[in-house]
């Protein structure tokens, strides 16, 4: 996979540049392009160090509720022993720059650029940086939802490059996804997917349905349909969709459009939320 993913890197334009971006926060959708993504607001996080992360999405009353995504930035020498203080919320990880060794249940392992883990929740696991050169990676955090009968998920470790992409039917492979997870697998209650998209493909309709979405944009640029508006988006951009937000889009080129996908899954509906 020769794929290189957009990561920040934060700084701050000068003073000379005009106040004009594209970022968009609606009731239905939000739109955090990668120009916001600056050294002001990156957070610190408990018992991590040389970390900050970019939090570009949380849980909100009235919107998305089912997940937090992080762009963690580790520097040379950084990381946590104890990176996780929640013993319920499960994680996928996505490395985009750097390399992280990776610690899960005493098993070792490093993630390259498109490498990825799902931590089950309960897990003991660190991250480092040991290389010599910035680690920047997507932390993706859910509360995970256990089911009688069911068995808790075990700890997943892969990469863009070692999956195969399932072509979308009828598409003759100009729109695919790559599943590091088996969709039918109950025992996962959300989905972190890539999706791609070649030049000039399109999502030929509406979806609306009832899996929130977050999107990173890794690679690429489109115009997306959110709502009732449409949105240019390219690599570094997040899109950010409530349940039920209409949502379709057009892969702009000259390269393939690519994008990191959750959206949770293959449980109910909560019937005692109010």
């Known amino acids: 996979m020769s794929a290189r993913y957009f990561a920040p890197t934060g700084g701050h334009p000068g003073q000379d540049q005009l106040l004009t971006d594209r970022a968009v926060f609606t009731d239905a959708y939000a739109v955090i392009p990668r120009g916001t993504m600056r050294d002001i607001v990156t957070s610190n996080l408990p018992f991590w160090d040389k970390t900050r992360a970019w939090v570009i999405a949380r849980p909100l009353?009235?919107?998305?509720?089912?997940?937090?995504?992080?762009?963690?930035?580790?520097?040379?020498?950084?990381g946590s022993d104890r990176p996780e203080d929640n013993a319920e919320a499960e994680a996928v990880l996505f490395v985009v720059d750097g390399t992280a060794s990776l610690s899960v249940n005493g098993a070792d392992h490093t993630l390259e650029p498109g490498g990825f883990?799902?931590?089950p929740p309960g897990s003991d696991w660190s991250l480092k940086n040991n290389g010599d050169d910035m680690l920047r990676f997507h932390w993706i955090r859910k509360a995970y939802q256990a089911v009688s009968g069911i068995d808790a998920p075990e700890v997943v470790i892969s990469s863009d490059a070692a999956v195969a992409p399932t072509e979308m039917p009828g598409t003759d492979g100009k729109w695919a996804t790559t599943r590091f997870v088996d969709p039918q697998d109950m025992r996962h209650d959300m989905a972190v997917t890539i999706v791609t998209f070649e030049p000039g493909a399109v999502i030929p309709f509406l979806e609306t349905h009832v899996m929130e979405h977050g999107l990173y944009v890794l690679e690429g640029k489109a115009v997306y349909r959110l709502n009732q508006d449409w949105v240019e988006v390219e690599a570094g951009d997040y899109m950010w969709l409530r349940a039920f937000c209409p949502q379709a889009c057009y892969a702009g080129g000259p390269g393939q459009f690519r994008y990191l996908l959750y959206k949770d899954v293959n449980r109910h509906m909560p019937l005692n939320r109010f």
């Open 117 to 119: 883990a799902f931590i």
């Open 61 to 78: 009353s009235g919107f998305a509720e089912t997940f937090s995504h992080y762009i963690t930035e580790v520097a040379p020498g950084g």
